[in-house]
């Protein structure tokens, strides 16, 4: 299976030493139109879908962006749809900058927690996040790891509130394991298959349209508990 081959040690170490810009947490696409169309693709997902899970009415809407890099998606797209956001992020490197980038957002009170921290290492505070955002993250987890993250996700999630996934899919027919980042690339199938044995029932799905043809595909889920 591709993602016995991950090593937690060997992923810190290769995004510990990418540089802590756009372009680095972005493997070079940072000055294209990726990021723009990215965040315009995200928007427009919540905007169609989030009546979906509007969270409770009397609760803050609290979010956590999860693999938050230098903080790009929580500056440009959570902070403007939630009271507040955490954030987690494991490398030493992304987190000293997300200090820099989010240093506006901090003095508006927009910004929580910064946990520096693996995902196989979060344990969410029970019923505080209305959102919890994973993009380009999940394929640092292997197989066990991920359902038992999305797990704790899911009780960390107020009552009406979505787990947010947004990933490349193989179109290889199988997950590939690539050991420059050791990080696995799952296909639709392997999603959703982890997605159940999470607990977890898919109430959007989107592809992401716009990216560069040379690009993986990259889909969209929101998530809530199946029961």
């Given amino acids: 299976m591709a993602d016995e081959s991950i090593s937690y ?4 170490d290769y995004w510990s030493n990418t540089p802590a810009t756009v372009d680095g947490v972005l493997g070079g696409f940072g000055n294209t139109n990726v990021p723009r169309v990215d965040i315009i693709g995200s928007k427009t997902f919540l905007r169609k879908h989030s009546s979906k899970f509007p969270g409770e009415p009397s609760a803050p809407k609290y979010a956590c962006d999860i693999g938050a890099g230098i903080g790009r998606i929580t500056k440009n797209l959570l902070i403007h749809v939630a009271d507040r956001v955490d954030l987690l992020e494991p490398a030493p490197n992304f987190c000293a900058q997300i200090e820099n ?13 910064v946990y520096q921290l ?11 996040y209305w959102l919890i955002w994973c993009q380009w993250c999940l394929g640092q987890l292997p197989d066990t790891d991920l359902v038992m993250f999305l797990q704790r996700c899911a009780e960390g999630l107020q009552a009406n509130g979505a787990i947010i996934v947004k990933e490349n899919i193989s179109t290889a027919g199988i997950d590939s394991f690539d050991d420059t980042d050791s990080s696995v690339t799952r296909t639709l199938e392997s999603f959703h298959s ?27 889920f929101a998530l809530v508990k199946a029961f």
């Fill in 9 to 12: 040690s060997d992923a810190l």
């Fill in 101 to 113: 980038e989010l240093e506006e957002a901090r003095s508006m009170n927009k910004i929580g927690e």
């Fill in 118 to 128: 693996g995902m196989q290492d979060f344990v969410p505070q029970k019923g505080k």
């Fill in 194 to 220: 982890i997605f159940q044995k999470a607990g977890l029932k898919v109430v959007a799905e989107e592809i992401q349209r716009g990216f560069p043809d040379i690009l993986l595909p990259v889909k969209t």
